[in-house]
């Protein structure tokens, strides 16, 4: 079956470092999205990884394994205003996303 | 970027009663769209992918006669949920594919619809 993993809740200091990871088996890939989602507002797009690497995208950065069935989000500089859920999501042979439960990310002053 | 609108953004009912929600791609065709549902601290549940011009295809356990998806235009795509009753009080979002734009910014999510059924 398809399968995302990702821890439930992490927790982290405000101007601080988290790393957020994610492990997946999927029927094919076609890439890996990141998403952040505010408690009751729609998600919003992160990143997207196709290619093993680090895709830095101001303080997020996102790094993919193929080989490893691995992916992590890396936020840099915490705010508070980054406290939210974030949802990583596979995108199968099929193009259809396949999702994780989602981390929900505390930040403290 | 693309923009994806839903309407309403809110809505109450009574049980019993059907309610309409519909999906617009605001500045692409979008011939697929996908129904997801998210119930309180849990993540997105696909429901089902409307193809334009297509019937949708459902997701296992979800009730094609209870939700029912009209794609009836390249920017439109509506969900019904018929004789709604208090459990399927949950907020509902839809997002559009753009099939013209590279697999990483293909789905944009609308805003979002929170039901309550009473």
């Known amino acids: 079956g398809q399968n995302i993993d990702q821890p439930t809740e992490m927790t982290a200091t405000e101007g601080a470092i988290v790393q957020i990871n994610c492990t997946y088996q999927?029927?094919?890939?076609?890439?890996l999205f990141w998403y952040q989602q505010h408690a009751g507002e729609a998600p919003t797009f992160l990143s997207y990884n196709v290619l093993d690497g680090l895709e830095e995208k101001g303080r997020f950065s996102s790094f993919l394994s193929r080989s490893k069935g691995y992916s992590y989000l890396l936020l840099k500089e915490l705010q508070m205003k980054d406290s939210a859920s974030y949802l990583c999501?596979?995108?199968?042979?099929?193009?259809?996303?396949?999702w994780g439960a989602g981390t929900k990310l505390i930040i403290k002053p | 970027g693309a923009v994806v609108s839903q309407h309403p953004s809110r809505v109450i009912c009574k049980s019993g009663t059907s309610v309409k929600i519909e999906c617009r791609s605001l500045d692409f065709q979008a011939t697929t769209m996908f129904w997801y549902r998210q119930f309180p601290k849990q993540s997105l549940m696909l429901m089902a992918t409307?193809?334009?011009?297509?019937?949708?295809?459902?997701e296992q356990g979800v009730e094609k006669d209870k939700f029912l998806i009209n794609h009836a235009s390249l920017t439109l795509s509506t969900l019904t949920v018929t004789s709604a009753h208090p459990e399927d009080s949950s907020f509902y979002i839809c997002s559009a594919r753009d099939i013209d734009r590279p697999l990483g910014e293909t789905q944009y999510f609308g805003p979002g619809t929170r039901l309550l059924v009473l």
């Open positions: 409307s193809n334009e011009g297509s019937k949708a295809t459902y």
């Open positions: 999501a596979v995108m199968d042979s099929n193009y259809q996303l396949i």
């Open positions: 999927t029927s094919g890939f076609n890439g």
